[in-house]
């Protein structure tokens, strides 16, 4: 299609010589605008993706891809139930658990928390949190005054391995004097850093029997969590385990009724950040047009001579399309480059900056997570070359054609 007489016009096109400088600056900046725009909509998607599969992993990890609830506040039986939810095709790990809101106090620590009440068997089954154990063991859980508690509560109230930490619950007993409160000490024997600020400074584990025993709900469970082995298709294991049960007064929520809202959340602003960011890349291709459209006014008399001396209408159009089309393929493969090692680096360049300007530049207090994560999709680069590569290409096309319709006689006679 580009004969070596296209490619070697072209080429002395985009080499500028003296006096042709101005036309070469302005394509050279609409490649780095070019390339700017595809590596920040690279990095973004890649923010994007990484954020979004990293809070799905913490929240299902932590919670479980599908949870089951009494229709009143307990599961009776839950034995029996956890027995059939385990034979299901597609579940690995079904625990049940006792789950209440209490007052954690601790010396002049007070703070409201979630205490879930787990076997010390169902606890090690809870990765996220077994397998973030930065003090103490789990082979010490199982007592019933043994507590586990997360990294940043046990900063905040001082607490330490054998340090005590009292949990206040307002349901306690009637008396003359009204309801007083239960009021129970416990032993920390492990601290955990599940990744999520919120989880780690809010919520703490008491065994099952012991947490049965505070919240005074004898041999019964208030859920049951359940991990799968496919979280994004997790609706035919929630179906299969509906019809196991065959129990009217128990409600399966799979992940995708509980967190829906805020996963679509996440997946809409995705899609809108995209959207903008393409903007970027639109605004270098109009610069692609107006230096093309420059260099088309500048070389008028170069156009007459070779059409002159036989070079056809489609000859200079693919001249002009290779030199738009350099400036689109390099930008975009510059940009693709620099977002994609971005990506691979963003923690270490986090960290960079943040030891340069002394801020934390990602507060866990306030982003949920507790670094910024980057996650690659392959098919979304793929996109953003192929959308970038487009756009280049169309906005070559008007000034190749008009460069291709430049009548040689007329540009002669007012040379």
Known sequence: MFGPFERAVAGRYLRARRGERFVSVIAIFSLVGIALGV????????????????????????NGDLTIYGQGRTISQYEEVTRKVRSVPGVVSATPLVEGQVLLSAGAYNSGGMVHGLTPQGLKDLKAVSSSIIAGSLDDFGPDDSIVVGVTMAERAGLGIGSGLTLVSPDGAATAFGTVP??????????????????????????????????????????????????????????????????????????????????????????????????????????????????????????????????????????????????GVA??????????????????????????????????????????????VWGQVVEVIVMALGLSLLATLYPSWRAAKTDPVEALRHE
């Open 39 to 62: 590596a920040t909509l690279i990095i973004v998607m890649a923010v994007m993706n990484g954020f979004q599969a990293d809070l799905m992993g913490r929240i299902l990890g932590l």
């Open 182 to 327: 239960r009021v129970r000490r416990y032993r920390v024997v492990a601290i955990f850093d599940a990744g999520v600020n919120d989880y780690n400074s809010s919520v703490v584990f008491l065994p099952m029997h012991a947490a049965q025993i505070y919240f005074q709900m004898p041999n019964k469970a208030t859920q049951i969590q359940v991990m799968t082995k496919d979280a994004e298709h997790v609706r035919p294991v929630t179906l299969a385990i509906e019809n196991a049960v065959e129990d009217p007064g128990l409600r399966v929520l799979d992940w995708t009724n509980a967190n829906n809202a805020l996963f679509g959340a996440v997946q809409v602003e995705q899609n809108v950040m995209f959207l903008i960011l393409t903007l970027i890349i639109l605004v270098a291709a109009f610069n692609v047009i107006s230096s093309l459209i420059m260099m088309v006014k500048d070389k008028t008399a170069d156009i007459a001579v070779l059409r002159t001396i036989g070079a056809s209408r489609g000859a200079i159009m693919r001249i002009f399309l290779m030199c738009g089309a350099f400036v």
């Open 331 to 376: 930008g975009t493969v510059a940009g693709t480059a620099l977002g994609v090692v971005f990506c691979m680096n963003i923690e270490r360049i986090r960290q960079l900056l943040q030891k340069l300007t002394g801020t934390n530049l990602f507060n866990p207090e306030v982003y949920y997570l507790e670094h910024l994560p980057a996650k690659l």
